[in-house]
């Protein structure tokens, strides 16, 4: 049986960013990323991680900015990466820098990608979104 610091850290790392690697990949934001010219800083708050957060951060019952970045610094910890401060600001500035026609581009391409998920019989009338 699992010690309960393993049990917290694999709830971590579901928290964060391996939920969302089988929809929005990592190598699948890289090439999105350089389709659209989208360059960056190398920091802690990458397009790829700041996305992630974000998203985790719409569905948490705890919308704050810090409890994000905590989840970040949960998430990189338990990964072995280098962790930001617990300071909101550079989480604040790494969303304000990702451009809106990015995000606009993601929508689409991520309820495609949920939709091809989800079981015939879970389906109204067997039928996706497109065939309707």
Known sequence: MPNRAEIL???FLQSLGFPWQSILSESRLAEILEEENI???NS???PVNTLWAMISQALDPDKSLSNAVKQ???WLSAAGAICPSAD???YSKARQRLPEPLL???VPETAESLEKQVPSPQQWCGR???GL
Do not use: C, D, F
């Open 72 to 74: 970040m610094i949960t």
């Open 128 to 130: 996706t979104r497109t």
């Open 88 to 90: 909101t600001g550079a």
């Open 44 to 46: 802690v708050y990458t």
């Open 9 to 11: 850290k694999q709830q």
């Open 104 to 106: 606009q581009r993601l």
């Open 39 to 41: 360059r960056y800083r």
